[in-house]
């Protein structure tokens, strides 16, 4: 009996952070799937042999509270949406033809460093910012890719407008670094940038 318990009790953890971590993954919030978590937990408890509600009820508690705070790291984890600090010390621009990026904000958290920039496009073409091998934070003498997966950056910047996303890389900038750098090395859709575009040496606030 005391074995059936231990293992209805793994299999609730298990569903129940996968839950949290997936629905977290489609809707972008690891609460969405919370009550679906509970539900979850009610049944596979409701089948086990207690012998009171009350105990009942105090597994179900116990399989939420261990599950729940473990998704809710797994998820942050995963994607990359982690509470920080904001360490830019001001907006930031850098300019290459029609295109103009700028550094709104540089959150460091415990796993990553969060940077939420504006592209802005005067130009007549359609263009395209690749994340993926395109994109580099360097502060100091460390370099590093952007996440493709945990970034949330739009695939165009349309003409004459602007769009707005996240660039997640996977370590925290050191607390020493005064500045910081990033470059998208390749622009597509227009003929006349020909080069990387970057925001160059932007300050950083000390950690």
Request: proline share 6%.
């Amino acid at each position: 009996m005391a074995a059936r318990a231990i293992g209805a009790a793994l299999a609730t953890y298990l569903v129940t952070t996968t839950l949290v971590v997936t629905a977290g993954l489609l809707t972008g919030s690891w609460r969405s799937a919370l009550p679906w978590a509970l539900i979850v937990a009610l049944v596979v408890v409701s089948v086990l042999p207690f012998r009171t509600a009350g105990r009942a009820v105090v597994a179900t508690v116990i399989v939420l509270a261990v599950s729940v705070p473990v998704a809710r790291f797994a998820f942050g984890y995963v994607t990359g949406r982690e509470s920080g600090v904001d360490r830019l010390a001001g907006a930031w621009s850098g300019s290459a033809g029609a295109l103009t990026l700028t550094v709104d904000r540089v959150e460091v958290t415990a796993h990553f460093t969060r940077v939420d920039m504006t592209a802005r496009n005067t130009g007549g073409d359609v263009l395209r910012l690749p994340v993926y091998a395109n994109c580099r934070l360097i502060a100091g003498r460390s370099e590093r890719a952007a996440d493709t997966l945990a970034s949330r950056w739009p695939a165009e910047v349309p003409p004459g407008g602007a769009v707005s996303g996240v660039l997640v890389f996977r370590t925290p900038l050191p607390g020493g670094v005064a500045t910081a750098t990033v470059s998208f090395a390749t622009v597509l859709g227009s003929p006349a940038i020909t080069g990387p575009v970057a925001v160059r040496e932007f300050p950083l606030r000390p950690a």
